[in-house]
């Protein structure tokens, strides 16, 4: 019998003591299980199993009870991958492995997430299983914003390769091509013979081909070795024909049929050359696209000053600890999360949330990690350090949108992976049929046609469309101030034909303000906000609080109040710097035997806008209106008419009353309202929508709107700063703006043009240059083409792809409420 393996995982949706015995019980009928134990308290299970192969089953068992296992997550830097058939290769390979529950590979960024189940296999294990397939495996580990990434280095070691390849290169092509050409060709003949000429370039070809070339033997025959021939493999091969053949010509030209006896020690060292080329300016392109990431790392201050030992004390940020009080100067990074004590200022967070102007700080405002400080010193308590920070938690939502691989690329990965096969059966047919059919020199054209296909094929190209696209696009997004925390996000967010907005918060700003003042004949309007906001400090009524809100935004003094009564739900009195002032409702006027004359109209007017009318009195006569409502976001109508002339179906959706919601629809533009919606219910009416065939994103602030978000093809939570709910929605916008909902939609389609013209072009140039290098235009044209310019025109491939990526980073934010997108 097999020694037993004891799983240890989480298990969310645990509500009762009930809920953990029948999980247990669900576990126990599983195949191979001995023993199970389930902790409501930990929401953790530990079960043991008679083989490790038993995982899965354990983990389908806990899933069939209605619950959610929680897999261990991994990331591991996968070096040596060069195409989408690397990818497709370890993927599948991670796929077979028992204990490991999905695995996703990224070509762009080099990096395997892995979920897996902890007990049943570890991250030794997983790392042998890759490397098994013939890639290195390594836990990444982030360096510091200023020091160079893996990328960069093998950026240099290309570098370095290529200077050493190309002057010989340029030696052996002067005299190759010298050779054929008049006057130049006569006078090489009169230094050397043609055997000294060969022999110069077979001397100046062997630095290039076993030097600088190294790395396609080493990976290439370890590509081989393992039965799973990549980009790599075709290199080795295309070249070493070359080098083989000329080197067969040089040493024994008489075992060739007459006029097959050509050296192409020209072309081997092109090829080698320019594919080098290739891969250097492809690594240089690579960095840029994760330029993003970087420099959102850049932002991670180093040291910050602290209250310690009755003294301000400079420490690393590694030893700062929630509660301890920092100083920022002006000119200073924020180092963490904090809440200021003391001081004013402005600060600069257009990092962080794609907002151009400085926000005033004061009072108990919150700080972000990574903004700068401008004006005034700030003394402020931290909230949060590390990983929990802002800055932290976006960075690792980029990079998980960055991991996260969309269906179209999944179907990219499958043909890659049979591409570099099928590419060497085309190879292996070009040279037959070329060696049956072909016209004399018969064995000349089958070599160079065959070498051509093997150098032509690009699978790189196709395993790149998609994850540059994505890198470049999710990190230009984020310093928008647009987080895609998934990168399926995108592909769903570019198909969307409805957008539903919740109101309270999201339309509109989220809390009561004044709207409207309006006075009698003969009042001071100043002075009747300044009455009715000192006897509302006596009231804790929301309406109150945002009268006195009007008046501290007026600079308007408050005087002392006295003998206040209050009516629930009716209204205040009291006196008021020696005048009796009452506000409240039209019954409560009545209630105290005030004339509001014609008002009431004025009233009604007010009230069909959503907004609450309220009456002021002074020493018993009528003195004028106050409305307070909760106001729509100032860009709220440009951004519905903007999506609405996109094409896009908009509707609202809040648990207001009916009335007071179409008012705000009105207001915006907006025809369908879907009124007395509970918040539990929201997630249904959006089901509606998809039932009838509409593509939803849902847009809501994240806390009440958790299920219809969830629910919704795309949630995009709408808040600010730290207190954004950051795992509520697949978008997440950094500032309580709406523009940023454009800027997503914009971003997203976008990314996605992007990448199905990377597919248009990468597919395209495979399936237009493999027929033309196989020869199949030669009896028409005469075209045959040259390995060397193969080679280079594959290296093109890839650094177009990249550098067509590369072109979402100029993507602008959208200011202008009327611009177009």
Same mark, same amino acid.
């Given at each position: 019998?097999?020694?037993?393996?004891?799983?240890?995982?989480?298990?969310?949706?645990?509500?009762?003591?009930?809920?953990? +015995? *029948? &999980? /247990?019980?669900?576990? $126990?009928?599983?195949? %191979?299980?001995?023993?199970?134990? !389930?902790? @409501? #308290? =930990?929401?953790?299970?530990?079960?043991?199993?008679?083989?490790?192969?038993?995982?899965?089953?354990?983990?389908?068992?806990?899933?069939?009870?209605?619950?959610?296992?929680?897999?261990?997550?991994?990331?591991?830097?996968?070096?040596?991958?060069?195409?989408?058939?690397?990818? +497709? *290769? &370890? /993927?599948?390979?991670? $796929?077979?492995?028992? %204990?490991?529950?999905?695995?996703? !590979?990224? @070509? #762009? =960024?080099?990096?395997?997430?892995?979920?897996?189940?902890?007990?049943?296999?570890?991250?030794?294990?997983?790392?042998?299983?890759?490397?098994?397939?013939?890639?290195?495996?390594?836990?990444?580990?982030?360096?510091?914003?200023?020091?160079?990434?893996?990328?960069?280095?093998? +950026?240099?070691?290309?570098?370095?390769?290529?200077?050493?390849?190309?002057?010989?290169?340029?030696? !052996?092509?002067?005299?190759?091509?010298?050779?054929?050409?008049?006057?130049?060709?006569?006078?090489?003949?009169?230094?050397?013979?043609?055997?000294?000429?060969?022999?110069?370039?077979?001397?100046?070809?062997?630095?290039?081909?076993?030097?600088?070339?190294?790395?396609?033997?080493?990976?290439?025959?370890?590509?081989?070795?393992?039965?799973?021939?990549?980009?790599?493999?075709?290199?080795?091969?295309?070249?070493?024909?070359?080098?083989?053949?000329?080197?067969?010509?040089?040493?024994?030209?008489?075992?060739?049929?007459?006029?097959?006896?050509?050296?192409?020690?020209?072309?081997?060292?092109?090829?080698?050359?320019?594919?080098?080329?290739?891969?250097?300016?492809?690594?240089?392109?690579?960095?840029?696209?994760?330029?993003?990431?970087?420099?959102?790392?850049?932002?991670?201050?180093?040291?910050?000053?602290?209250?310690?030992?009755?003294?301000?004390?400079?420490?690393?940020?590694?030893?700062?600890?929630?509660?301890?009080?920092?100083?920022?100067?002006?000119?200073?990074?924020?180092?963490?999360?904090?809440?200021?004590?003391?001081?004013?200022?402005?600060?600069?967070?257009?990092?962080?949330?794609?907002?151009?102007?400085?926000?005033?700080?004061?009072?108990?405002?919150?700080?972000?990690?990574?903004?700068?400080?401008?004006?005034?010193?700030?003394?402020?308590?931290?909230?949060?350090?590390?990983?929990?920070?802002?800055?932290?938690?976006?960075?690792?939502?980029?990079?998980?949108?960055?991991?996260?691989?969309?269906?179209?690329?999944?179907?990219?990965?499958?043909?890659?992976?049979?591409?570099?096969?099928?590419?060497?059966?085309?190879?292996?047919?070009?040279?037959?049929?070329?060696?049956?059919?072909?016209?004399?020199?018969?064995?000349?054209?089958?070599?160079?046609?065959?070498?051509?296909?093997?150098?032509?094929?690009?699978?790189?190209?196709?395993?790149?469309?998609?994850?540059?696209?994505?890198?470049?696009?999710?990190?230009?997004?984020?310093?928008?101030?647009?987080?895609?925390?998934?990168?399926?996000?995108?592909?769903?967010?570019?198909?969307?034909?409805?957008?539903?907005?919740?109101?309270?918060?999201?339309?509109?700003?989220?809390?009561?303000?004044?709207?409207?003042?309006?006075?009698?004949?003969?009042?001071?309007?100043?002075?009747?906000?300044?009455?009715?906001?000192?006897?509302?400090?006596?009231?804790?009524?929301?309406?109150?609080?945002?009268?006195?809100?009007?008046?501290?935004?007026?600079?308007?003094?408050?005087?002392?109040?006295?003998?206040?009564?209050?009516?629930?739900?009716?209204?205040?009195?009291?006196?008021?710097?020696?005048?009796?002032?009452?506000?409240?409702?039209?019954?409560?006027?009545?209630?105290?035997?005030?004339?509001?004359?014609?008002?009431?109209?004025?009233?009604?007017?007010?009230?069909?806008?959503?907004?609450?009318?309220?009456?002021?009195?002074?020493?018993?006569?009528?003195?004028?209106?106050?409305?307070?409502?909760?106001?729509?976001?100032?860009?709220?109508?440009?951004?519905?008419?903007?999506?609405?002339?996109?094409?896009?179906?908009?509707?609202?959706?809040?648990?207001?009353?009916?009335?007071?919601?179409?008012?705000?629809?009105?207001?915006?533009?907006?025809?369908?309202?879907?009124?007395?919606?509970?918040?539990?219910?929201?997630?249904?009416?959006?089901?509606?929508?998809?039932?009838?065939?509409?593509?939803?994103?849902?847009?809501?602030?994240?806390?009440?709107?958790?299920?219809?978000?969830?629910?919704?093809?795309?949630?995009?939570?709408?808040?600010?700063?730290?207190?954004?709910?950051?795992?509520?929605?697949?978008?997440?916008?950094?500032?309580?703006?709406?523009?940023?909902?454009?800027?997503?939609?914009?971003?997203?389609?976008?990314?996605?043009?992007?990448?199905?013209?990377?597919?248009?072009?990468?597919?395209?140039?495979?399936?237009?240059?493999?027929?033309?290098?196989?020869?199949?235009?030669?009896?028409?044209?005469?075209?045959?083409?040259?390995?060397?310019?193969?080679?280079?025109?594959?290296?093109?491939?890839?650094?177009?792809?990249?550098?067509?990526?590369?072109?979402?980073?100029?993507?602008?934010?959208?200011?202008?409420?009327?611009?177009?997108?």
């Amino acid at each position: 019998m097999s020694e037993t393996t004891t799983l240890e995982f989480g298990i969310d949706g645990l509500m009762c003591g009930a809920c953990a +015995a *029948r &999980v /247990e019980k669900k576990i $126990a009928k599983a195949a %191979g299980v001995v023993s199970s134990s !389930v902790n @409501l #308290a =930990t929401e953790k299970a530990a079960v043991v199993v008679d083989d490790a192969t038993r995982a899965c089953g354990v983990f389908e068992a806990v899933a069939a009870a209605g619950y959610h296992p929680q897999a261990a997550a991994l990331r591991l830097d996968v070096g040596g991958m060069h195409c989408g058939g690397c990818v +497709a *290769r &370890v /993927e599948r390979a991670l $796929a077979k492995t028992p %204990g490991i529950r999905r695995a996703t !590979v990224n @070509l #762009a =960024t080099g990096r395997a997430d892995i979920a897996y189940i902890s007990g049943a296999i570890d991250t030794a294990d997983i790392v042998s299983q890759i490397e098994a397939t013939g890639y290195t495996a390594t836990v990444p580990q982030r360096a510091p914003a200023d020091e160079p990434a893996s990328g960069h280095d093998e +950026a240099a070691a290309l570098k370095r390769d290529v200077l050493i390849a190309a002057p010989f290169t340029v030696g !052996v092509f002067v005299i190759a091509m010298g050779q054929m050409l008049p006057g130049i060709g006569t006078a090489l003949a009169t230094i050397a013979s043609p055997a000294t000429w060969l022999t110069i370039q077979l001397l100046l070809v062997l630095p290039i081909q076993f030097w600088a070339g190294q790395r396609f033997y080493r990976t290439g025959f370890k590509e081989l070795a393992h039965g799973a021939p990549g980009m790599n493999s075709l290199v080795l091969i295309g070249s070493n024909a070359a080098f083989l053949y000329s080197l067969a010509v040089w040493l024994v030209p008489g075992l060739f049929p007459p006029g097959t006896a050509h050296a192409y020690f020209d072309a081997a060292a092109m090829i080698v050359t320019l594919i080098l080329l290739g891969r250097w300016l492809e690594a240089v392109a690579k960095g840029q696209t994760s330029q993003a990431v970087r420099g959102l790392l850049a932002l991670q201050a180093r040291t910050a000053r602290i209250w310690q030992h009755e003294a301000w004390q400079e420490i690393t940020i590694d030893g700062i600890k929630v509660e301890d009080r920092v100083l920022i100067r002006p000119g200073e990074r924020v180092p963490v999360d904090a809440c200021i004590v003391a001081g004013r200022s402005t600060v600069d967070e257009s990092m962080i949330s794609g907002e151009p102007m400085a926000v005033a700080k004061h009072g108990a405002d919150t700080l972000i990690a990574g903004t700068i400080n401008q004006t005034g010193t700030l003394e402020a308590t931290v909230t949060h350090v590390g990983d929990d920070t802002t800055l932290a938690r976006i960075i690792r939502l980029v990079e998980d949108a960055q991991a996260e691989k969309p269906a179209i690329q999944a179907i990219a990965d499958r043909i890659a992976g049979v591409f570099v096969p099928v590419v060497m059966g085309i190879a292996a047919a070009t040279f037959i049929g070329w060696a049956l059919l072909g016209p004399a020199p018969v064995l000349s054209h089958a070599f160079v046609a065959a070498v051509a296909v093997l150098l032509i094929a690009c699978p790189c190209a196709m395993g790149l469309a998609t994850p540059t696209a994505i890198m470049v696009g999710t990190g230009r997004a984020a310093r928008l101030g647009v987080l895609f925390r998934r990168g399926t996000a995108i592909e769903a967010l570019s198909q969307v034909d409805t957008v539903v907005f919740d109101k309270t918060g999201t339309l509109t700003q989220g809390r009561p303000a004044v709207t409207d003042i309006q006075c009698a004949a003969g009042r001071d309007e100043d002075d009747m906000l300044a009455r009715i906001a000192a006897l509302e400090t006596r009231s804790e009524h929301p309406l109150g609080a945002a009268i006195m809100a009007a008046a501290e935004d007026r600079g308007l003094r408050l005087a002392a109040v006295d003998d206040v009564e209050i009516e629930t739900g009716q209204g205040i009195r009291g006196q008021v710097a020696g005048a009796l002032v009452a506000i409240g409702s039209a019954a409560y006027m009545t209630h105290l035997g005030i004339d509001i004359g014609p008002w009431p109209a004025e009233a009604n007017r007010l009230a069909a806008q959503a907004r609450t009318p309220l009456y002021v009195a002074i020493d018993g006569q009528f003195a004028g209106l106050v409305a307070v409502a909760d106001p729509v976001r100032a860009e709220a109508r440009d951004v519905v008419t903007a999506l609405q002339a996109a094409g896009l179906y908009v509707a609202m959706l809040t648990g207001d009353q009916r009335a007071t919601a179409q008012a705000i629809a009105a207001e915006l533009g907006i025809t369908r309202v879907i009124a007395d919606v509970r918040p539990a219910d929201k997630a249904n009416e959006i089901a509606a929508l998809q039932q009838d065939a509409h593509r939803v994103a849902f847009v809501g602030d994240g806390i009440n709107d958790a299920p219809a978000l969830a629910r919704a093809d795309v949630g995009i939570a709408i808040g600010t700063g730290t207190d954004i709910a950051i795992e509520a929605g697949d978008i997440v916008l950094m500032r309580a703006a709406l523009d940023g909902v454009l800027n997503a939609r914009r971003m997203a389609r976008a990314t996605m043009r992007t990448i199905r013209g990377n597919f248009v072009w990468a597919y395209g140039y495979n399936a237009a240059l493999i027929p033309l290098a196989a020869g199949l235009f030669y009896p028409w044209t005469g075209w045959l083409l040259n390995p060397a310019i193969a080679a280079g025109a594959m290296s093109l491939s890839s650094v177009f792809v990249l550098a067509h990526s590369l072109r979402l980073r100029r993507i602008k934010t959208i200011t202008g409420r009327r611009e177009t997108y």
